[in-house]
């Protein structure tokens, strides 16, 4: 069926159908959720950047912080000729400084959907690391085609790199099944770089996901104005209300829209009805142990090696083998 509709039907038209289906699909049952995956339009991602950047939210910074104090010792548990591969590399900002410090790798393999921002990425690279060969892909990481051209490098070492706590996205399940994705285009001996908030206390951590500037406030919003922006929607977003919240049990922080009063938004012509006090669940960001996530890479077919931590043990980065 997807085989013979991408044959007549123009990228955009088919990515708009997915979104309007996943929307209905989000809308229209009795709980209601939106797919995060969402948010990250042009507007929302330059948002994300924002968040980065304000007080409250410590992730990336507390990441960052790490990554510079411990560089040497990372590239050291990487070992020479490794190939790095980022799913989601973005920008790719972050893997530039261990590239630079790595002992003769073998390369950089960056995939990412925003084909623009990558290869803009691709061009520094090259420029600030002379001879560093880079196979950009651009494509959704969770799909397998866009591993494929793996097979074709030759390298002693692969090394799958996945910072930015991104993990705490997806379900537990979901998580799982990620990082089976990575072992199975890796072999064994291969490794895991990857980076997970660590569970706080939750004034710490509500905070950061319902920050003084209201940056995350607009980055959540900004969903309902894509879906009338691509959609033909009719949502007026001063009649929901941003909400983030730890949940103890879960060991996430979960990210709501909440309805102030009944009314009804039409979408793509379905009418889709709203209580007051209803919520449209937008976002998870599940927090780890050490422990617990050394049990989630087990699961996914990892040893864990070893980790690194901020002094406050707010945020961790592990380095994990395949077994
Ligand atoms: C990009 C998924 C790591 O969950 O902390 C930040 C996204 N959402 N504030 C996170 C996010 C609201 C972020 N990740």
Redesign the pocket.
């Known amino acids: 069926m997807k085989a013979a509709l991408s044959s007549i039907v123009p990228e955009q038209q088919q990515q708009d159908s997915e979104f309007l289906k996943d929307v209905l699909e989000g809308l229209g049952g009795k709980i209601k959720t939106l797919p995060c995956k969402y948010l990250y339009d042009e507007l929302g991602s330059r948002l ?1 950047e924002d ?1 980065c950047e304000v007080e409250d ?1 410590y ?1 990336t910074r507390t990441e960052a912080d790490i990554f510079s104090k411990n560089l040497k010792d990372i590239a050291f548990t990487i070992g020479p000729e490794a190939l790095m591969i980022e799913p989601g590399a973005g920008n790719c900002e972050k893997v530039e400084a261990l590239l630079a410090v790595l002992e003769s790798p073998k390369g950089y393999y960056p995939i990412d959907i925003s084909s623009e921002i990558l290869f803009q990425a691709e061009r520094r690279i090259k420029r600030n690391l002379p001879g560093m060969q880079v196979w950009s892909q651009v494509g959704d990481f969770t799909q397998p085609d866009v591993w494929d051209k793996l097979a074709r490098i030759s390298s002693r070492k692969r090394v799958v790199f996945f910072p ?3 993990i ?2 997806f379900e537990l399940d979901k998580a799982e099944q990620l990082l089976e994705l990575f072992a199975a285009n890796l072999g064994v001996g291969d490794g895991l770089l990857i980076g997970t ?1 660590l569970v706080k206390d939750s004034v710490r951590l509500e905070r950061a ?1 319902h920050d003084s500037e209201h940056v ?1 406030e607009k ?1 959540n919003k900004n969903i309902l104005n894509r879906i009338n922006a691509e959609l033909g929607a009719d949502f007026d977003h001063t009649l929901f209300a941003h909400r983030s919240f730890y949940h103890q049990l879960r060991q996430r922080v979960e ?1 709501h829209l909440v309805c102030l009063k009944n009314h009804s938004v039409s979408v793509a012509g379905s009418q889709v009805d709203f209580l007051e006090g209803e919520t449209i669940h937008t ?1 998870n ?1 599940h927090k780890y142990s050490i422990n617990g996530f050394s049990k989630l890479l087990s699961k996914g077919g990892f040893a864990p090696i070893c980790h690194w931590k901020d002094s406050a043990k707010s945020y961790a980065i592990h380095y994990a083998q395949v077994v």
Do not use: C, R, V, W
């Open positions: 994300f968040i939210y992730l930015g706590s991104t705490g996205n908030d996901y995350t980055f990210m976002e960001s």
